[in-house]
Every structure is written in structure tokens, then in C-alpha cells.
């Protein structure tokens, strides 16, 4: 098992920055991506980013590419999304996953990740 624990979300007014962090605990020596997604009432989860564990390759979302950063430090199980530039638009929960597979054909679906977070909430102001 995998747990995941997201904190950092918040209000803050349009043009302004969040970090997230997504704190990981247990067999993290299983896991190999780990990433982020959002969802708003009514809508279905969306893709924001992903990174792999081990190697650091990073996949971005359209919609937030060069607003958004995920990385993580292994060394802390720790993962984060950096977003900058923020727009009431990136209003949602955001949620922190963990996958265990060895191979993905494609890291933005959410069936990819077995382990998820509970959320944190993100709202910008206009």
C-alpha cells in the first residue's frame, strides 16, 4: 500500500502562485509515476501532470503548460506542483496518484494510478 497526503491548496486571487505538495508513505519502493490531477463538481477528474519516479520524465498538461511544474524529491517521497499564473479556471480539488506499473501507455488517464489522495482544494479569485 501507498499513502498519499496533499497539502498547500488554498485561495488566492488570479495571477498569484500555490505550491502543492503530495507527502508518500509505505512500499514507495513500488511505485515508478506519480502525478497530478483536478476535478471540479459535475465534471470528470482531469489530467494536470505526471512525473516518472525514478527517472524525473515529466509530462504536462496542454492547458498548463509553462503555468504548472510537478517534480518531486525522492530523497522526501515528496511531490509537488508548482502553479504560477493562476486563473479562476484552475479552480478545483486537486488530487496526488500513484502508479505501480511498470509500463504506461498513457500517464493521463486516471486508471493508470492505483493510489490516490484525498484532495486539496484550490480556489482563485477574479
Known amino acids: 500500500q501507498v499513502q498519499l497526503v496533499e497539502s498547500g491548496g488554498g485561495l488566492v486571487q488570479a495571477g498569484g502562485s500555490l505550491r502543492l505538495s503530495c507527502a508518500a508513505s509505505g512500499r514507495m519502493f513500488s511505485v515508478t509515476a506519480m502525478g497530478w490531477f483536478r476535478q471540479t463538481p459535475g465534471k470528470e477528474r482531469e489530467f494536470v501532470a505526471a512525473?516518472?519516479?525514478?527517472?524525473?520524465?515529466?509530462f504536462h498538461a496542454d492547458s498548463i503548460q509553462g503555468r504548472f511544474t510537478i517534480s518531486r524529491e525522492r530523497a522526501k517521497n515528496t511531490l509537488y506542483l508548482q502553479m504560477n499564473s493562476l486563473t479562476p479556471d484552475d479552480t478545483a480539488v486537486y488530487s496526488c496518484a500513484a502508479g505501480i506499473r511498470g509500463y504506461y501507455s498513457n500517464y493521463e488517464n486516471p486508471s493508470a494510478y492505483e493510489y490516490w489522495g484525498q484532495g486539496t482544494q484550490v480556489t482563485v479569485s477574479s
Open positions: 512525473i516518472t519516479w525514478s527517472g524525473g520524465s515529466t
